[in-house]
């Protein structure tokens, strides 16, 4: 059946892209800006720190955007374009357990699961069956149903960047907690192009792990990507379409069946385990 844990991980994707992004903007030391423009544009006579906090504000302050994820230790991916309203369009997907296509809008959630997702989580024939009986047909509900509720808390771009902007400056670190040994430094990389947008690099390099904020050149200087490698696994995160409005599109009645079928299917599922394991 779904479990609220498998639920959780489109949020918890969310979480690790907002760590990351707090990663590279907190730390102590900044590399000294150059002295010549180099293709930097106004970025040219900015430090490395001043450029990722530039970043960060742009990010905090942004009204809507396009985020995508993804990482070598989850096959969870998400891309969705999503509101400071809590609206969003886009999809969940899980590797070989499926993908789930999602509307938000308000309170009202409609999602559209593949045939992968419904046999990955029916036994036997009832996930062809479902497959079959659902193929493009979007479920509906509201937040008050605990799965739609996990699965679209990854639209939430408010509490997405509250997460980036990270712990309020004078909060202090947990008493015994240990202070970092060394101080990271951030240093600006060479321009190059991100979905064909100018953008800046800029390097945080602390303990083995390297991560890169890549930062648009022209107009406002919004975080584009960011990387993170450590101990041979990474995480990529997107970021486009700022200021983009979240189509109000939602699926017609035609096309959807409510949210109670799911839970009539996963019921029903779990009656003929308990059967068989009697």
């Known amino acids: 059946m779904i479990s609220r844990r498998r639920a959780a991980t489109a949020p918890a994707a969310l979480t690790c892209g907002a760590a990351l992004l707090v990663g590279i903007a907190c730390t102590g030391g900044a590399a000294a800006a150059g002295d010549s423009d180099g293709g930097e544009g106004d970025l040219a006579h900015k430090s490395a720190q001043q450029i990722s906090d530039d970043a960060l504000h742009q990010l905090v302050a942004a009204q809507s955007l396009r985020l995508r994820t993804r990482t070598s230790t989850d096959p969870t991916t998400l891309d969705l374009t999503l509101d400071r309203a809590g609206n969003c369009t886009g ?30 989580q029916l036994p036997g024939d009832k996930g062809d069956r479902a497959a079959a009986k659902y193929k493009d047909t979007y479920l509906h509900g509201t937040t ?10 990854a639209c939430d771009l408010r509490a997405f960047q509250k997460s980036a902007a990270g712990p309020d400056k004078g909060q ?44 648009a ?24 379409n700022y200021g983009t409005p979240v189509s109000d599109r939602t699926p017609p009645p035609s096309r959807t069946a409510d949210i109670s079928a799911l839970d009539d299917l996963m019921r029903g599922s779990e009656g003929q385990q308990d059967t068989q394991t009697a």
């Open 91 to 120: 999809a969940v997907a899980k590797g070989s357990l499926g993908r789930v296509e999602l509307v938000k809008r308000g309170n009202e959630v409609w999602m559209k699961p593949d045939a992968a997702f419904w046999k990955s």
């Open 144 to 153: 008050r149903n605990a799965f739609l509720r996990g699965l679209s808390a």
């Open 217 to 240: 050149i022209d107009g406002k200087h919004y975080p584009r990507k960011l990387t993170a490698e450590a101990d041979h696994q990474s995480a990529t995160i997107l970021l486009s």
């Open 172 to 215: 202090q670190p947990p008493s015994g907690a240990p202070s970092p040994s060394v101080t990271p430094t951030l240093t600006k990389g060479q321009p190059t192009t991100q979905d064909g947008t100018r953008v800046l690099p800029v390097t945080k390099k602390v303990d083995g792990a390297v991560q890169t904020l890549y930062v």
